[in-house]
């Protein structure tokens, strides 16, 4: 088939597509435009900074609730209109938050942000797949990586918007010294806020359209086609799925640290970088996670994917090795071990998850599991820094460091696990595309 007649033949399902891609590139925006701009909000607030840090885990705690009821809502609208009502939602509210002065507003309005953002992530993979059934497996890899574009550019987008750092003298290291005598009408880090919330409401747009146009066909209806499950004892699925879903857990938490916690940590600790210093850090690390897959992918085309995960394990430690050592107090150092991080990461939970399809079939009902999980850790790892950064500025990089080093021993041990409670004749083929996120995290 040329690309014409491709074009001509699936126009509906490209265009379909296209406003997932968009969806999540506007979720990849919406996971590292609060850390960015932190310390702005402190200013139009008016508060402490290790108040306004309060606001890290409200995206977390909607997502964890919103990856809950996309269990319960598609029992009462279609795909089409959930997803119109979730991207709507989400943009207006993540483009209203950072216009009001209370925190608690703000609060709400990120965590009904997060609740939307919950259930259009799953509901964006599970339509994908529909679309294109067997052969979704290089349109999720796309989704996925729009969600990693649209991470690595949204700091890009804050930094204008950003106030110059204050210039205090003294050996004041704590977040409130970097302030200023800036007012709350300087702050302008409202705009990047409407940049995402638009890009949401637009790709809402798309599903209304296909909302109203849907025929009464079986064939448009958005059903994933799972194969039958092979009957494994329940305590195999449940030490396999627990195992990942841990993966996850530390893998999403790291992730989350880094780009919401890494921008204002740079600037209160003794590395004493700029803001926007702090942006370019957290667009470097999304940059290599992202890129850095396409060479991975084409290594193991020549190399087995083992030793590569074997050079991606050595990467990682070397990263938290660094981290520990200096990585707090020099700043060529934390540039090079937060860049190894993202290269060490990228690849680690999407292989986790393709060895663990070998061996289960990962619907629906497993996935909700393992992200549910893995929201957790994007809300409750925030939290626990939030909680001592601003007294101890260090302690963001050593507990990053902590919890990579759990989430590379879980990735290690997990191909012994899986080999010691199944056996190899029972595995599925590599091409099945149950899975939702195999390619992104």
């Given amino acids: 088939m040329n690309l014409c007649e491709y074009l001509k033949t699936n126009r509906a399902k490209l265009i379909k597509t296209f406003f997932c891609y968009v969806s999540f590139f506007g979720l990849g925006g919406c996971c590292t435009l609060l850390g960015s701009s932190l310390l702005d909000l402190s200013i139009s607030l008016n508060a402490e900074f290790k108040e306004v840090s309060g606001l890290v885990p409200s995206r977390s705690i909607g997502y964890i609730i919103g990856a809950v009821l996309s269990g319960f809502v598609g029992k009462f609208a279609g795909p089409d209109l959930i997803l119109f009502l979730t991207n709507l939602t989400a943009g207006i509210f993540i483009a209203l938050a950072p216009w009001f002065r209370h925190f608690a507003v703000i609060y709400t309005c990120l965590l009904l942000s997060g609740i939307s953002q919950g259930i259009f992530d799953i509901f964006t993979n599970t339509y ?27 700091p890009l987008l804050i930094k204008p918007f950003l106030l110059p750092l204050a210039q205090n003298e003294g050996n004041e290291t704590q977040s409130d010294a970097f302030l200023g005598d800036y007012t709350p009408d300087d702050v302008i880090i409202q705009y990047p806020f409407i940049v995402v919330g638009v890009l949401l409401i637009f790709a809402s747009s798309g599903f209304l359209v296909f909302h109203f146009k849907r025929k009464s066909s079986e064939k448009d209806k958005q059903s994933v086609d799972v194969k039958p499950e092979v009957d494994h004892p329940k305590w195999k699925i449940v030490v396999s799925l627990t195992a990942l879903a841990l993966i996850a857990h530390t893998t999403f938490g790291v992730e989350t640290l880094i780009g919401s916690l890494a921008p204002s940590f740079v600037v209160i600790s003794d590395l004493k970088m700029s803001k926007q210093d702090g942006a370019n850090m957290v667009t470097m690390f999304w940059s290599l996670f992202t890129f850095y897959r396409l060479f991975f992918i084409a290594a193991t085309s020549c190399i087995k994917e083992r030793y590569m995960m074997y050079f991606n394990y050595c990467i990682l430690i070397t990263a938290i090795v660094m981290m520990c050592i200096s990585g707090a107090y020099n700043q060529l150092i934390a540039w090079i071990s937060i860049g190894l991080l993202g290269i060490g990461f990228s690849p680690t939970f999407s292989v986790s998850l393709g060895l663990l399809q070998k061996y289960i079939n990962i619907s629906n009902k497993y996935a909700s599991f393992i992200f549910i999980t893995a929201a957790v850790g994007e809300s409750i790892h925030p939290w626990i820094v939030t909680k001592f950064m601003d007294s101890m500025p260090a302690f963001f990089i050593y507990y990053t460091a902590a919890v990579s080093f759990g989430q590379l021993a879980l990735c290690f041990i997990l191909p012994f696990i899986l080999k010691s409670i199944f056996r190899k004749d029972i595995k599925f083929p590599l091409d099945r595309s149950a899975s939702i996120r195999s390619s992104q995290r």
């Fill in 128 to 154: 994908t797949l529909a679309i294109w059934g067997d052969k979704a497996t290089n349109y999720v890899q796309i989704l996925h990586g729009s969600f990693g574009l649209g991470s690595l550019l949204t």
